[in-house]
Protein backbone atom coordinates (compact mmCIF):
# COMPACT_ATOMS: atom_id res chain seq x y z
CA UNK A 1 0.00 0.00 0.00
CA UNK A 2 1.43 3.13 -1.19
CA UNK A 3 0.25 6.72 0.05
CA UNK A 4 -0.49 9.08 -2.65
CA UNK A 5 1.58 12.07 -3.19
CA UNK A 6 1.95 15.83 -3.88
CA UNK A 7 3.51 16.59 -7.26
CA UNK A 8 5.81 19.16 -5.77
CA UNK A 9 6.46 22.47 -7.49
CA UNK A 10 10.31 21.80 -8.90
CA UNK A 11 8.82 18.55 -10.59
CA UNK A 12 5.87 20.34 -12.07
CA UNK A 13 8.26 22.68 -13.50
CA UNK A 14 10.46 20.70 -15.00
CA UNK A 15 7.83 18.17 -16.96
CA UNK A 16 6.57 21.40 -18.20
CA UNK A 17 10.03 22.26 -19.36
CA UNK A 18 10.19 19.39 -21.75
CA UNK A 19 6.92 20.22 -23.47
CA UNK A 20 9.90 22.50 -25.19
CA UNK A 21 13.34 21.40 -26.91
CA UNK A 22 15.21 23.45 -24.91
CA UNK A 23 13.98 21.64 -21.70
CA UNK A 24 14.28 18.75 -23.12
CA UNK A 25 18.16 18.96 -24.11
CA UNK A 26 19.06 20.67 -20.71
CA UNK A 27 17.52 18.37 -19.03
CA UNK A 28 18.32 15.35 -21.18
CA UNK A 29 14.93 13.91 -20.82
CA UNK A 30 12.22 13.13 -22.34
CA UNK A 31 8.30 12.96 -21.39
CA UNK A 32 6.19 9.62 -22.52
CA UNK A 33 2.29 8.51 -21.08
CA UNK A 34 0.28 5.76 -20.47
CA UNK A 35 0.21 2.12 -20.16
CA UNK A 36 1.44 1.46 -23.71
CA UNK A 37 3.92 3.90 -24.48
CA UNK A 38 5.80 3.82 -21.22
CA UNK A 39 5.57 -0.06 -21.48
CA UNK A 40 7.23 -0.15 -24.72
CA UNK A 41 9.85 2.55 -23.26
CA UNK A 42 10.46 0.33 -20.35
CA UNK A 43 11.77 -2.93 -22.05
CA UNK A 44 14.73 -0.56 -23.66
CA UNK A 45 15.04 2.31 -21.67
CA UNK A 46 15.61 3.16 -17.70
CA UNK A 47 13.70 5.87 -16.60
CA UNK A 48 14.57 8.67 -14.52
CA UNK A 49 11.62 9.30 -13.06
CA UNK A 50 7.61 7.49 -12.73
CA UNK A 51 4.77 9.69 -11.91
CA UNK A 52 2.43 6.94 -12.12
CA UNK A 53 -1.16 5.52 -9.41
CA UNK A 54 -0.94 2.94 -7.40
CA UNK A 55 -2.99 0.77 -9.52
CA UNK A 56 -0.32 1.58 -12.25
CA UNK A 57 2.69 0.85 -10.05
CA UNK A 58 0.67 -2.55 -9.04
CA UNK A 59 0.87 -4.11 -12.56
CA UNK A 60 4.27 -3.75 -12.37
CA UNK A 61 7.03 -6.06 -11.81
CA UNK A 62 9.79 -4.09 -10.47
CA UNK A 63 9.17 -1.97 -7.52
CA UNK A 64 8.58 1.77 -7.07
CA UNK A 65 11.96 3.94 -6.19
CA UNK A 66 12.47 6.74 -4.22
CA UNK A 67 12.43 9.16 -6.92
CA UNK A 68 9.52 7.91 -8.48
CA UNK A 69 6.21 9.22 -7.15
CA UNK A 70 2.23 7.29 -6.55
CA UNK A 71 -0.55 10.02 -7.03
CA UNK A 72 -4.48 10.35 -7.77
CA UNK A 73 -5.43 10.36 -11.17
CA UNK A 74 -6.71 14.33 -10.17
CA UNK A 75 -2.66 14.81 -9.22
CA UNK A 76 -1.84 13.37 -12.52
CA UNK A 77 -3.70 15.73 -14.68
CA UNK A 78 -1.46 18.43 -13.26
CA UNK A 79 1.83 17.13 -15.29
CA UNK A 80 -0.07 15.27 -17.78
CA UNK A 81 0.22 16.51 -21.87
CA UNK A 82 -2.97 14.55 -22.71
CA UNK A 83 -6.45 15.55 -22.64
CA UNK A 84 -7.05 12.91 -20.52
CA UNK A 85 -4.35 11.20 -18.67
CA UNK A 86 -3.57 7.62 -18.72
CA UNK A 87 -2.09 6.57 -15.44
CA UNK A 88 1.14 7.12 -16.20
CA UNK A 89 4.07 9.78 -16.73
CA UNK A 90 7.43 8.61 -17.41
CA UNK A 91 10.76 10.95 -17.75
CA UNK A 92 12.97 9.06 -19.79
CA UNK A 93 16.90 10.13 -20.46
CA UNK A 94 17.30 11.26 -24.31
CA UNK A 95 19.02 8.33 -26.38
CA UNK A 96 21.99 9.33 -27.94
CA UNK A 97 22.10 8.36 -31.59
CA UNK A 98 25.25 9.13 -33.75
CA UNK A 99 25.37 8.80 -37.52
CA UNK A 100 27.70 6.31 -36.94
CA UNK A 101 23.87 3.75 -36.89
CA UNK A 102 22.93 4.52 -40.86
CA UNK A 103 24.14 1.78 -42.94
CA UNK A 104 22.12 2.35 -46.23
CA UNK A 105 24.74 0.30 -47.82
CA UNK A 106 23.04 -2.50 -45.55
CA UNK A 107 19.45 -1.82 -45.13
CA UNK A 108 16.83 0.39 -45.78
CA UNK A 109 17.00 3.64 -44.08
CA UNK A 110 13.98 6.30 -44.12
CA UNK A 111 15.00 10.23 -44.62
CA UNK A 112 13.03 12.80 -43.93
CA UNK A 113 13.21 16.43 -45.41
CA UNK A 114 11.64 18.80 -42.83
CA UNK A 115 8.59 17.40 -42.13
CA UNK A 116 7.05 19.73 -39.52
CA UNK A 117 3.43 18.34 -38.01
CA UNK A 118 4.22 16.37 -35.20
CA UNK A 119 1.82 13.83 -35.71
CA UNK A 120 2.73 13.25 -39.07
CA UNK A 121 5.99 12.59 -37.47
CA UNK A 122 4.92 10.21 -34.99
CA UNK A 123 3.08 8.06 -37.38
CA UNK A 124 5.68 7.95 -39.92
CA UNK A 125 7.79 6.52 -37.34
CA UNK A 126 5.34 3.64 -36.51
CA UNK A 127 5.13 3.12 -40.13
CA UNK A 128 8.89 2.78 -39.79
CA UNK A 129 8.63 0.16 -36.95
CA UNK A 130 6.16 -1.74 -38.98
CA UNK A 131 7.88 -2.61 -41.86
CA UNK A 132 11.35 -3.21 -40.21
CA UNK A 133 13.05 0.37 -41.07
CA UNK A 134 15.56 0.98 -37.56
CA UNK A 135 16.64 3.73 -38.11
CA UNK A 136 15.17 7.17 -39.74
CA UNK A 137 17.57 10.26 -40.42
CA UNK A 138 16.17 13.27 -40.14
CA UNK A 139 17.26 17.02 -41.54
CA UNK A 140 18.04 19.98 -38.94
CA UNK A 141 13.90 21.56 -39.67
CA UNK A 142 12.16 18.14 -39.10
CA UNK A 143 10.43 18.54 -36.28
CA UNK A 144 11.44 17.05 -32.71
CA UNK A 145 11.36 13.31 -32.44
CA UNK A 146 11.30 13.38 -28.09
CA UNK A 147 8.13 16.09 -28.47
CA UNK A 148 5.68 14.65 -26.33
CA UNK A 149 2.85 14.92 -29.07
CA UNK A 150 5.49 12.38 -31.64
CA UNK A 151 6.45 10.48 -28.38
CA UNK A 152 2.36 9.50 -28.12
CA UNK A 153 1.56 9.31 -32.03
CA UNK A 154 4.52 6.56 -32.45
CA UNK A 155 2.19 4.39 -29.80
CA UNK A 156 5.54 3.17 -28.52
CA UNK A 157 7.50 2.60 -31.95
CA UNK A 158 9.79 5.15 -30.35
CA UNK A 159 11.11 2.68 -28.41
CA UNK A 160 12.44 0.85 -31.29
CA UNK A 161 13.31 3.06 -34.13
CA UNK A 162 16.79 5.17 -33.97
CA UNK A 163 16.18 8.86 -34.74
CA UNK A 164 19.33 10.85 -35.99
CA UNK A 165 19.23 14.76 -36.60
CA UNK A 166 21.68 15.89 -39.01
CA UNK A 167 22.37 18.17 -42.28
CA UNK A 168 20.43 15.98 -44.30
CA UNK A 169 21.83 17.15 -47.71
CA UNK A 170 25.58 16.78 -46.31
CA UNK A 171 24.76 13.37 -45.24
CA UNK A 172 23.61 12.61 -48.74
CA UNK A 173 26.30 13.92 -50.54
CA UNK A 174 29.18 12.05 -48.83
CA UNK A 175 27.48 9.00 -49.80
CA UNK A 176 28.58 9.81 -53.30
CA UNK A 177 25.97 8.48 -54.99
CA UNK A 178 27.14 4.54 -54.12
CA UNK A 179 23.82 3.65 -52.86
CA UNK A 180 20.17 4.40 -54.18
CA UNK A 181 18.55 6.97 -53.00
CA UNK A 182 14.85 7.19 -53.36
CA UNK A 183 12.15 9.98 -53.28
CA UNK A 184 8.47 10.59 -54.60
CA UNK A 185 7.79 12.91 -56.83
CA UNK A 186 4.41 14.08 -58.59
CA UNK A 187 6.53 13.26 -62.32
CA UNK A 188 8.58 10.90 -61.08
CA UNK A 189 8.69 7.09 -62.55
CA UNK A 190 5.48 4.89 -61.68
CA UNK A 191 6.67 3.25 -57.87
CA UNK A 192 5.24 -0.33 -59.34
CA UNK A 193 7.14 -0.50 -62.34
CA UNK A 194 10.53 -0.03 -61.16
CA UNK A 195 13.23 -2.88 -59.29
CA UNK A 196 13.07 -1.87 -55.85
CA UNK A 197 16.47 -2.55 -53.99
CA UNK A 198 16.77 -4.02 -50.37
CA UNK A 199 19.19 -1.46 -49.26
CA UNK A 200 19.26 2.57 -49.55
CA UNK A 201 17.22 5.29 -48.53
CA UNK A 202 13.92 6.87 -49.00
CA UNK A 203 13.85 10.25 -48.49
CA UNK A 204 10.46 11.72 -47.82
CA UNK A 205 9.51 15.66 -47.86
CA UNK A 206 7.87 18.92 -46.02
CA UNK A 207 4.10 18.50 -45.77
CA UNK A 208 3.79 22.27 -47.99
CA UNK A 209 6.74 22.28 -49.78
CA UNK A 210 7.92 18.30 -50.76
CA UNK A 211 11.56 17.58 -51.03
CA UNK A 212 13.59 20.81 -51.04
CA UNK A 213 15.93 21.81 -53.98
CA UNK A 214 18.79 21.20 -52.44
CA UNK A 215 18.30 17.25 -51.05
CA UNK A 216 16.11 16.64 -54.74
CA UNK A 217 19.43 16.73 -56.44
CA UNK A 218 20.87 14.15 -54.60
CA UNK A 219 18.19 11.40 -55.19
CA UNK A 220 19.31 9.49 -58.08
CA UNK A 221 15.79 7.18 -58.10
CA UNK A 222 12.85 9.01 -58.19
CA UNK A 223 9.40 7.58 -58.41
CA UNK A 224 5.29 8.60 -58.37
CA UNK A 225 2.91 6.97 -56.61
CA UNK A 226 0.19 6.29 -59.45
CA UNK A 227 -3.17 7.75 -58.42
CA UNK A 228 -6.02 5.52 -60.21
CA UNK A 229 -7.49 5.76 -62.88
CA UNK A 230 -4.03 8.04 -63.85
CA UNK A 231 -5.13 10.18 -66.26
CA UNK A 232 -8.01 11.16 -63.38
CA UNK A 233 -8.12 14.37 -62.03
CA UNK A 234 -7.95 13.16 -58.29
CA UNK A 235 -6.49 14.90 -54.74
CA UNK A 236 -3.12 16.98 -55.96
CA UNK A 237 -1.07 14.92 -53.55
CA UNK A 238 -1.10 12.48 -50.81
CA UNK A 239 -0.29 13.15 -46.86
CA UNK A 240 3.36 12.72 -46.46
CA UNK A 241 2.72 9.73 -43.84
CA UNK A 242 0.06 8.17 -46.11
CA UNK A 243 2.65 8.28 -49.22
CA UNK A 244 5.66 6.85 -46.79
CA UNK A 245 3.37 4.10 -45.82
CA UNK A 246 2.61 3.51 -49.63
CA UNK A 247 6.06 3.69 -50.67
CA UNK A 248 7.28 1.23 -47.61
CA UNK A 249 4.94 -1.26 -47.90
CA UNK A 250 6.09 -1.81 -52.22
CA UNK A 251 9.08 -2.17 -50.83
CA UNK A 252 8.75 -4.87 -48.00
CA UNK A 253 6.32 -6.41 -50.82
CA UNK A 254 9.88 -6.67 -53.07
CA UNK A 255 11.70 -7.95 -50.49
CA UNK A 256 9.25 -10.66 -49.65
CA UNK A 257 8.72 -11.63 -53.09
CA UNK A 258 11.96 -12.27 -53.96
CA UNK A 259 12.64 -14.01 -50.83
CA UNK A 260 10.58 -16.49 -51.86
CA UNK B 1 -13.35 48.26 -55.93
CA UNK B 2 -15.17 46.58 -52.55
CA UNK B 3 -15.89 48.16 -49.07
CA UNK B 4 -15.25 45.26 -46.71
CA UNK B 5 -17.85 44.95 -44.57
CA UNK B 6 -18.86 44.00 -40.69
CA UNK B 7 -19.68 40.55 -40.19
CA UNK B 8 -23.18 40.78 -38.64
CA UNK B 9 -23.34 39.39 -35.00
CA UNK B 10 -26.29 36.94 -37.07
CA UNK B 11 -23.82 35.63 -39.44
CA UNK B 12 -21.22 34.48 -36.84
CA UNK B 13 -23.97 32.96 -34.85
CA UNK B 14 -24.73 30.91 -38.24
CA UNK B 15 -21.25 30.01 -39.14
CA UNK B 16 -20.35 28.80 -35.48
CA UNK B 17 -23.18 26.61 -35.06
CA UNK B 18 -22.16 24.59 -38.39
CA UNK B 19 -19.39 23.38 -35.96
CA UNK B 20 -22.35 20.65 -34.63
CA UNK B 21 -23.75 17.96 -36.70
CA UNK B 22 -27.08 19.45 -34.91
CA UNK B 23 -26.32 23.19 -36.62
CA UNK B 24 -25.09 21.78 -40.28
CA UNK B 25 -28.66 19.11 -40.09
CA UNK B 26 -30.37 22.56 -39.01
CA UNK B 27 -29.20 24.74 -41.45
CA UNK B 28 -28.79 22.12 -44.22
CA UNK B 29 -25.06 24.30 -44.88
CA UNK B 30 -21.77 23.21 -44.22
CA UNK B 31 -18.48 25.14 -43.65
CA UNK B 32 -15.46 24.77 -45.95
CA UNK B 33 -12.79 27.48 -45.53
CA UNK B 34 -9.05 28.36 -47.75
CA UNK B 35 -8.72 28.56 -51.36
CA UNK B 36 -7.96 25.09 -52.17
CA UNK B 37 -11.07 23.61 -50.47
CA UNK B 38 -13.01 26.44 -51.31
CA UNK B 39 -11.93 26.29 -54.78
CA UNK B 40 -12.50 22.43 -55.02
CA UNK B 41 -16.13 22.82 -53.62
CA UNK B 42 -17.04 25.70 -56.45
CA UNK B 43 -16.68 23.43 -59.13
CA UNK B 44 -19.51 21.02 -57.66
CA UNK B 45 -21.60 22.87 -55.28
CA UNK B 46 -23.35 26.08 -56.00
CA UNK B 47 -22.61 28.27 -52.35
CA UNK B 48 -24.82 29.72 -50.14
CA UNK B 49 -22.95 32.34 -49.34
CA UNK B 50 -19.00 33.16 -49.40
CA UNK B 51 -16.86 35.44 -46.42
CA UNK B 52 -13.80 36.59 -48.20
CA UNK B 53 -10.92 39.17 -48.67
CA UNK B 54 -11.23 41.67 -51.56
CA UNK B 55 -8.23 39.88 -52.67
CA UNK B 56 -9.50 36.58 -52.65
CA UNK B 57 -12.72 37.98 -54.71
CA UNK B 58 -10.79 39.76 -57.03
CA UNK B 59 -9.16 36.31 -58.20
CA UNK B 60 -12.32 34.70 -59.09
CA UNK B 61 -13.70 34.73 -62.70
CA UNK B 62 -17.38 35.20 -61.18
CA UNK B 63 -18.97 38.06 -59.66
CA UNK B 64 -20.05 38.87 -56.13
CA UNK B 65 -23.65 38.33 -55.53
CA UNK B 66 -25.38 40.16 -52.82
CA UNK B 67 -25.02 37.42 -50.40
CA UNK B 68 -21.51 37.72 -50.10
CA UNK B 69 -19.47 39.26 -47.64
CA UNK B 70 -16.30 41.04 -48.28
CA UNK B 71 -14.45 41.19 -45.12
CA UNK B 72 -10.59 42.20 -44.13
CA UNK B 73 -8.27 39.62 -42.69
CA UNK B 74 -9.37 40.66 -39.31
CA UNK B 75 -12.98 40.54 -39.84
CA UNK B 76 -12.58 37.23 -41.23
CA UNK B 77 -11.11 35.70 -38.24
CA UNK B 78 -14.33 35.89 -36.34
CA UNK B 79 -15.95 33.26 -38.36
CA UNK B 80 -12.74 30.93 -38.94
CA UNK B 81 -12.40 27.49 -37.49
CA UNK B 82 -8.86 28.03 -38.49
CA UNK B 83 -5.48 29.27 -36.80
CA UNK B 84 -4.84 30.48 -39.70
CA UNK B 85 -7.41 31.70 -41.27
CA UNK B 86 -7.31 31.54 -44.94
CA UNK B 87 -8.87 34.42 -47.35
CA UNK B 88 -12.32 32.74 -47.54
CA UNK B 89 -14.85 31.20 -45.93
CA UNK B 90 -17.49 29.50 -47.81
CA UNK B 91 -20.95 28.09 -46.77
CA UNK B 92 -22.32 25.06 -49.13
CA UNK B 93 -25.49 23.22 -48.88
CA UNK B 94 -25.45 19.81 -47.35
CA UNK B 95 -25.12 17.15 -50.51
CA UNK B 96 -27.58 15.25 -50.41
CA UNK B 97 -26.67 11.54 -51.02
CA UNK B 98 -28.38 8.20 -50.78
CA UNK B 99 -27.74 4.44 -50.71
CA UNK B 100 -28.58 4.49 -54.54
CA UNK B 101 -25.08 5.56 -55.19
CA UNK B 102 -23.45 2.14 -54.23
CA UNK B 103 -22.76 0.30 -56.56
CA UNK B 104 -20.14 -2.32 -55.30
CA UNK B 105 -21.14 -5.23 -57.81
CA UNK B 106 -19.70 -2.40 -60.41
CA UNK B 107 -16.66 -0.88 -58.22
CA UNK B 108 -14.78 -0.94 -55.17
CA UNK B 109 -15.95 0.69 -52.30
CA UNK B 110 -14.57 1.96 -49.22
CA UNK B 111 -16.95 1.53 -45.93
CA UNK B 112 -16.07 2.95 -42.62
CA UNK B 113 -17.26 1.01 -39.25
CA UNK B 114 -17.08 3.94 -37.02
CA UNK B 115 -14.12 5.85 -37.21
CA UNK B 116 -14.13 8.23 -34.58
CA UNK B 117 -10.94 10.91 -35.56
CA UNK B 118 -12.41 13.56 -37.72
CA UNK B 119 -8.29 14.10 -38.93
CA UNK B 120 -8.29 10.52 -39.91
CA UNK B 121 -11.51 10.84 -41.95
CA UNK B 122 -10.80 13.85 -43.17
CA UNK B 123 -7.62 11.60 -44.71
CA UNK B 124 -9.14 8.54 -45.34
CA UNK B 125 -11.46 10.85 -47.58
CA UNK B 126 -8.44 12.21 -49.20
CA UNK B 127 -7.47 8.23 -49.96
CA UNK B 128 -10.18 7.51 -51.64
CA UNK B 129 -10.03 10.53 -53.77
CA UNK B 130 -6.43 9.73 -55.18
CA UNK B 131 -7.08 6.12 -55.57
CA UNK B 132 -10.77 7.17 -57.40
CA UNK B 133 -13.18 5.46 -54.89
CA UNK B 134 -16.08 7.37 -55.60
CA UNK B 135 -18.25 6.63 -52.41
CA UNK B 136 -17.59 5.63 -49.32
CA UNK B 137 -20.29 3.82 -46.92
CA UNK B 138 -20.22 5.37 -43.38
CA UNK B 139 -21.76 3.47 -40.27
CA UNK B 140 -24.26 5.32 -38.15
CA UNK B 141 -21.40 6.26 -35.42
CA UNK B 142 -18.83 7.09 -37.53
CA UNK B 143 -17.51 11.19 -37.81
CA UNK B 144 -19.54 13.15 -39.64
CA UNK B 145 -17.98 14.02 -43.30
CA UNK B 146 -19.18 17.59 -43.01
CA UNK B 147 -17.69 19.09 -39.80
CA UNK B 148 -15.17 21.65 -40.22
CA UNK B 149 -11.72 19.83 -39.24
CA UNK B 150 -12.62 16.96 -41.74
CA UNK B 151 -13.73 19.04 -44.26
CA UNK B 152 -10.26 21.01 -44.17
CA UNK B 153 -8.53 17.57 -43.32
CA UNK B 154 -9.64 16.14 -47.16
CA UNK B 155 -7.99 18.94 -48.82
CA UNK B 156 -10.90 19.32 -51.46
CA UNK B 157 -11.59 16.09 -51.79
CA UNK B 158 -14.85 16.05 -50.07
CA UNK B 159 -16.21 17.83 -53.54
CA UNK B 160 -15.18 14.72 -55.32
CA UNK B 161 -15.89 11.34 -53.26
CA UNK B 162 -19.82 11.07 -51.92
CA UNK B 163 -20.25 10.07 -48.77
CA UNK B 164 -23.13 8.03 -47.58
CA UNK B 165 -24.16 7.69 -44.00
CA UNK B 166 -26.06 4.25 -43.29
CA UNK B 167 -26.63 1.13 -40.64
CA UNK B 168 -23.43 -0.78 -42.42
CA UNK B 169 -24.40 -4.26 -40.64
CA UNK B 170 -27.51 -4.04 -42.18
CA UNK B 171 -26.25 -2.42 -45.55
CA UNK B 172 -23.49 -5.46 -45.96
CA UNK B 173 -26.28 -7.93 -44.60
CA UNK B 174 -28.67 -7.22 -47.71
CA UNK B 175 -25.89 -7.88 -50.49
CA UNK B 176 -26.36 -11.76 -48.95
CA UNK B 177 -22.89 -12.29 -49.83
CA UNK B 178 -23.52 -11.17 -53.70
CA UNK B 179 -20.26 -8.93 -53.42
CA UNK B 180 -16.66 -9.86 -52.53
CA UNK B 181 -16.42 -7.49 -48.80
CA UNK B 182 -12.85 -7.77 -47.65
CA UNK B 183 -11.40 -6.32 -44.30
CA UNK B 184 -8.14 -6.30 -42.51
CA UNK B 185 -7.61 -7.85 -39.41
CA UNK B 186 -4.28 -8.88 -37.76
CA UNK B 187 -4.85 -12.75 -38.10
CA UNK B 188 -5.89 -12.56 -41.96
CA UNK B 189 -4.45 -13.50 -45.05
CA UNK B 190 -1.56 -12.04 -46.54
CA UNK B 191 -2.70 -9.20 -48.81
CA UNK B 192 -0.29 -9.80 -51.31
CA UNK B 193 -1.10 -13.41 -51.76
CA UNK B 194 -4.57 -12.46 -52.50
CA UNK B 195 -6.48 -12.22 -55.67
CA UNK B 196 -7.95 -8.77 -55.29
CA UNK B 197 -11.27 -7.70 -57.20
CA UNK B 198 -12.32 -4.88 -59.02
CA UNK B 199 -15.42 -4.95 -57.72
CA UNK B 200 -16.65 -5.42 -53.75
CA UNK B 201 -16.00 -3.51 -50.54
CA UNK B 202 -13.22 -2.52 -48.46
CA UNK B 203 -14.12 -2.23 -44.89
CA UNK B 204 -11.65 -0.50 -42.40
CA UNK B 205 -12.85 -0.30 -38.52
CA UNK B 206 -12.44 1.72 -35.43
CA UNK B 207 -9.63 3.47 -34.30
CA UNK B 208 -8.83 1.50 -30.83
CA UNK B 209 -11.76 -1.37 -31.84
CA UNK B 210 -10.77 -2.22 -35.31
CA UNK B 211 -13.81 -3.86 -36.92
CA UNK B 212 -17.10 -4.78 -35.18
CA UNK B 213 -18.20 -8.24 -34.13
CA UNK B 214 -21.42 -7.39 -36.15
CA UNK B 215 -19.82 -6.40 -39.03
CA UNK B 216 -16.59 -8.59 -39.18
CA UNK B 217 -19.46 -11.42 -39.41
CA UNK B 218 -20.25 -9.87 -42.77
CA UNK B 219 -16.90 -9.68 -44.33
CA UNK B 220 -15.82 -12.96 -46.75
CA UNK B 221 -12.46 -11.64 -47.41
CA UNK B 222 -10.50 -11.26 -44.45
CA UNK B 223 -6.96 -9.30 -45.74
CA UNK B 224 -3.61 -9.09 -43.37
CA UNK B 225 -1.30 -6.28 -44.29
CA UNK B 226 2.17 -7.83 -43.19
CA UNK B 227 4.79 -6.19 -40.94
CA UNK B 228 7.86 -6.62 -41.84
CA UNK B 229 9.59 -9.05 -41.39
CA UNK B 230 6.42 -10.83 -40.51
CA UNK B 231 8.22 -12.38 -37.55
CA UNK B 232 9.75 -9.81 -35.36
CA UNK B 233 7.80 -7.72 -32.71
CA UNK B 234 7.02 -4.33 -33.90
CA UNK B 235 4.40 -1.85 -33.38
CA UNK B 236 1.19 -3.66 -32.84
CA UNK B 237 -0.74 -1.97 -35.13
CA UNK B 238 -1.05 0.72 -38.09
CA UNK B 239 -3.22 4.08 -37.87
CA UNK B 240 -6.67 2.96 -39.43
CA UNK B 241 -5.65 5.91 -42.04
CA UNK B 242 -2.53 4.12 -43.26
CA UNK B 243 -3.82 0.67 -43.53
CA UNK B 244 -6.77 2.01 -45.85
CA UNK B 245 -4.04 3.52 -47.60
CA UNK B 246 -1.73 0.20 -48.36
CA UNK B 247 -5.01 -1.80 -48.62
CA UNK B 248 -6.30 0.85 -51.25
CA UNK B 249 -2.49 1.22 -53.76
CA UNK B 250 -2.46 -2.79 -53.54
CA UNK B 251 -5.87 -3.26 -55.41
CA UNK B 252 -5.16 -0.26 -57.75
CA UNK B 253 -1.76 -1.78 -58.27
CA UNK B 254 -3.51 -5.33 -59.26
CA UNK B 255 -6.07 -3.61 -61.21
CA UNK B 256 -3.51 -1.40 -63.34
CA UNK B 257 -0.94 -5.07 -63.40
CA UNK B 258 -4.18 -6.79 -65.06
CA UNK B 259 -5.11 -3.65 -67.28
CA UNK B 260 -1.65 -4.07 -69.30
Redesign the interface.
Known amino acids: MYFCAMISKNLMKLVRSLDQKKGRVKEGLFVAEGPKVVGDLLGKYKPARLIATEEWFGRQTFGRRPEDVVVSEEELRKVSFLQHPQHVVGLFPLPSSSRMDIRPSDELVLALDDVQDP?NLG?II??A????IGTIVCSAHTSDAFNPKVVQAT???IA?VNIVYTDLAAFLGNLHGDVPVYGTFLDGDNL?AQTLSSNGIIVMGNEGNGISDEVGKLINRRLL??????S????????V??AT??TC??F??H???NSV
Open positions: GTRIDWFGMGSRYIPSYPERETAESLNAIAIAERRMSC
